[in-house]
């Protein structure tokens, strides 16, 4: 029995194509302008995150500057008030202290009324045509002056009478001296406690 023989020849070609048919894509080249537009693209996410950072902290600074802006509006307008409640209680004082200073003015001016005052007014004496002797009869509370004109040189004498309170400022119930030119001036003190009164003669020459 006789075998034929199988060709193997186009068996052998059709593995050939077959390996050439599986050869991997990987095997290919990348073109080099796909790195460099991922670079551009890098630089340009890095570009935009600086300037955020920068300006991120320059726009604080700008809101600071606003905020102080506008604090200090207010801080004005309040030292602006103060000042003018400052002037207002300065007013106020002014008008009251100008008040006070009335109010004393007018108790200054106002009469005191006494029943017995205690020093009585001065009294003068005027002698009577060709007289060189007068006396004046009065009631004095503490005491009283009299004042009398007369020439330099000229020799004064005066008594003074009373229930034993009325003297001279002297101490004593008489008294003597050389007149001045002009007014001369006797005084007679109450060492009593109640009005008393007296009579007072005067001897000129």
């Given at each position: 029995m006789t075998i034929a023989s199988i060709p193997l020849q186009p068996q052998q070609r059709h593995s050939q194509t077959f390996s050439s048919q599986a050869i991997p894509s990987g095997g290919?080249?990348?073109?080099?302008?796909?790195?460099?537009?991922?670079?551009?693209?890098?630089?340009?996410?890095?570009?935009?995150?600086?300037?955020l950072l920068i300006f991120g902290r320059s726009s604080p600074t700008s809101n600071q500057l606003a905020n102080v802006a506008a604090n200090n509006q207010p801080d004005s307008a309040r030292q602006k008030?103060?000042?003018?409640?400052?002037q207002a209680e300065l007013d106020r004082e002014r008008q009251r202290l100008e008040d006070e200073r009335k109010k004393l003015e007018s108790q200054k001016t106002k009469a005191v009324e006494t029943?017995?005052?205690s020093v009585d007014s001065a009294a003068r004496i005027n002698f009577r045509r060709g007289s060189v002797q007068e006396t004046i009869t009065g009631v004095v509370a503490r005491s009283k002056s009299y004042v009398l004109k007369a020439k330099a040189g000229q020799s004064l004498s005066a008594t003074v009478t009373s229930n034993g309170c009325v003297v001279f400022n002297t101490a004593s119930n008489s008294m003597n001296f050389i007149t001045a030119n002009g007014d001369n001036w006797i005084t007679v003190v109450?060492?009593?406690?109640?009005?008393?009164?007296?009579?007072?003669?005067?001897?000129?020459?």
């Open positions: 290919r080249k990348t073109n080099p302008l796909l790195y460099v537009i991922i670079a551009l693209l890098a630089l340009i996410a890095g570009g935009g995150l600086i300037a008030q103060d000042l003018q409640n400052q029943t017995a005052p109450n060492n009593c406690g109640a009005q008393a009164p007296f009579n007072l003669t005067v001897y000129i020459h």
